[in-house]
């Protein structure tokens, strides 16, 4: 395992503790609106300062892109550090054991290695840049599934935004028709894992920060999928929507995807 790699896993695992820990005692949970039915709560926070410290024990002079704390520029600005401390945040607050931690490194705004870590199960999610991607130490693969029919899906509405509902809507409906099912499970960085390890054929989601989605695009990349926005372009990270899934199975997605959405949103 790369050398950064390892720290990056460090910083999750300890994170990972702290979020452990909190979960058995939710009587110690404070809770902050953010904005509209956007919330954070002190284990974020603990969580996010635990990889800080972490990851500048190793890296003092890396710049850090974390979700509550934002951009800590350091003197080395080649290397950047996105972190999400606690991605599912709802689930963590309502008991829902159905969160990860997320951490990316990107070297000169190219993402090199990427760990998403399930504390509830123990899963660990890595990969580097060319190397592949790995889940509790065994090689990941995306699925095999050769086209729409009988897949999985799994996506996030859009609660931020909930003024593109109805167009969202029509996509959804388009996809139903087709797949055997779709999941709702709230956390992004989980289903782009899941997706990079085969439990998932495909994702998609609108509205996301770079926190949400970076290192597991990295994961699907490096377990042979493809992730781009909705018009099959690689700006997921700047427009916030992303589409994952293998090579046979994104480009019905995108077909149907651009039949149902109005221009704007492909842009």
């Not at 809770?31 to 039915?37: A, C, D, V």
């Not at 974390?66 to 999400?84: N, R, T």
């Not at 899906?153 to 959804?172: D, S």
């Not at 770079?210 to 990295?218: F, I, K, N, S």
Request: glycine share 8%; charged share 20%.
């Amino acid at each position: 395992m790369h050398a950064m790699l390892n720290i990056a896993v460090r910083a999750a695992r300890a994170a990972g503790k702290v979020i452990a820990k909190a979960y058995e005692n939710p009587q110690l949970l404070e809770i902050e609106s953010k904005s509209l039915h956007d919330f954070v709560t002190n284990v974020d926070k603990a969580a996010e300062a635990a990889i800080i410290a972490t990851l500048r024990k190793s890296y003092p002079k890396h710049s850090i892109l974390a979700e509550e704390s934002g951009l800590q520029e350091g003197s080395d600005a080649d290397y950047q550090w996105v972190i999400d401390p606690l991605d599912g945040t709802t689930n963590f607050m309502r008991g829902i054991p159905h969160f990860c931690v997320s951490i990316a490194l990107n070297v000169k705004g190219v993402t090199h290695h990427a760990v998403v870590y399930d504390p509830m199960r123990d899963d660990l999610f890595t990969a580097s840049r060319g190397a592949g991607a790995q889940l509790n130490g065994f090689r990941m693969r995306v699925s095999a599934a050769k086209n729409l029919e009988g897949c999985l899906l799994a996506t996030g509405f859009p609660f931020r935004m909930k003024h593109i509902l109805p167009e969202y809507q029509k996509v959804f409906n388009a996809y139903f028709e087709e797949v055997a099912d779709i999941r709702r499970a709230g956390s992004a960085a989980l289903d782009l894992a899941y997706v990079a390890c085969g439990r998932l054929d495909g994702y998609w989601e609108a509205g996301l920060k770079p926190w949400d989605t970076m290192a597991g695009a990295l994961l699907v990349k490096e377990s042979g999928g493809m992730v781009t926005d909705f018009a099959g372009d690689m700006n997921y990270h700047a427009t916030g929507n992303i589409v994952a899934a293998n090579q046979k199975v994104i480009q019905p997605m995108l077909i149907r995807m651009r039949k149902e959405l109005p221009k704007a949103m492909l842009s």
